[in-house]
Structures are given as structure tokens and as C-alpha cells.
């Protein structure tokens, strides 16, 4: 507490918020509920997701069809109305936080079905399935010893991809007022609270600190994603 909306003030090298917050530590302990909002959602959306995806394109057929159609439909829903509506159902069930990791996971849930099945239409036909079939393996092994540790590199790597989208998506719900309570800071809600200092010269700053930690992680996330 006690700092200045000025950056490179004395005791406060990024000055503070507008509640005298040192902008430092806050972006510091913000990035503990960011990083749990985008790994917690998207490892949501790979269990899920990938389940989904896994027994869509292993088994085809109708089972199949029914998965595909319903991942369809939940991709045709616009991801922020999908958003504000699960954030509004699950208000007050659970803490702010979770509202936002299961929100967000549920609308990576499609993106991440449909990778994985994706893929384990072209792995389930190869050479050695068809070797561990003749040998009298049952499905469930097949996929799971078999099948999935082939999909999981794809997997992984879309969702780096996801983490950062997640994370960039929940700075741009707090903008709209849902999310974590500013006793609980995130990047977001850092972005949030400084937009009014937009139009007021230097303390324009508390926007660019909270973009700034947003903007790198997503850099460095998408560059793990290439490797």
C-alpha cells in the first residue's frame, strides 16, 4: 500500500494503483489467479475435450456424429455470450476464480475436441492398432496405450495456444465488469482499473504494466507451443 499513480516513484518502481496499490506487487501476485485461469481452463478443456475427441474419432460412426454435432454447436455460440452466460449461471456456486476456469474451460472444451479427434482418426489407422486388435487388446486399451500418447504432442500443443488466449480473454471479461473483485488482482483487473488514467498522461502506465505482463507471457507461450 502507499504508492503513487507515477511511475519510478521512490520505494515504487512502477509507481501504483489507483487505490495506492504498488503496481508491482500487483502485477507480481496477479500473475499467480492469471496463470490459474489459463492453465486450470484449458486443462479443463483437455480432459474434456479430449475425452470427447478421443472416443468421437476412435469409435466413428454414430457416436461419432452425435460428439461432432454437439461440439458443432457449441462452437456456433458466440465464445463471449457462451462466456457471460456460464459466468451468470455459476455466480454465487462457486469463487470468482473457479467462475472463470470452468467458464473459459468449457468454451475451450470444442476447440480441444476437435483437435484431438482430428488426429485420432489419422492415428487409429496405423499399422500397429491394427497389430494390437489382432492380438485381442480391447478398445479402451488401444486407446488409451496405443492411440492417445500419439495425440497428446498435437494436444499440448494447441493448448499453450489456449493458455494464452484464456488469459488474454480474462482481461477482456474484467473490462466488462466479471471476474475476479480488485482484493484479487489479475492482469486483467490491472488493465481495468487503469483505463481511466488512459486520457491522464503519465499514469496512463497502470494500463500498459498489466498489457505488458499479458503481452509476454502469450509471446513466451506461443513460442513454447513451436517447440
Known sequence: GGGTTTPFAEG?????????HDLLSRAVYGARNSLIVGFGAI?????????????AGF?????????????????????????????????????????????????SVPILGRITR????????????????????????????EVLPNVLPAMFSIALLGVAVVI????????????????DPSWGGIINDGRDFLTQGITAHVVFVGSAFIFLTILSLNYLADV
Open 12 to 20: 515504487h518502481l512502477l509507481g501504483g494503483d489507483r487505490n495506492g
Open 43 to 55: 486443462g479443463f478443456g483437455i480432459i474434456a475435450g479430449g475425452l470427447l475427441g478421443l472416443v
Open 168 to 183: 488474454a480473454a480474462e482481461a477482456a471479461l474484467r473490462l466488462l465488469g466479471i471476474g475476479l473483485s480488485i482484493t
Open 118 to 145: 482430428a488426429n485420432t482418426l489419422v492415428w487409429s489407422e496405423r499399422e500397429f492398432v491394427t497389430a494390437a486388435r489382432a492380438q485381442g487388446a480391447k478398445n479402451w486399451r488401444i486407446m488409451t496405450r
Open 59 to 107: 469409435y466413428r460412426g454414430k457416436i461419432d456424429t452425435v460428439i461432432v454435432g454437439f461440439l458443432d454447436i457449441m462452437l456456433a455460440i458466440p465464445a463471449l455470450v457462451l462466456a457471460l452466460s456460464l459466468t451468470a449461471v455459476l455466480r454465487g456456486r462457486v469463487g470468482d476464480l473457479w467462475i472463470l476456469v470452468i467458464a473459459l474451460g468449457i468454451i
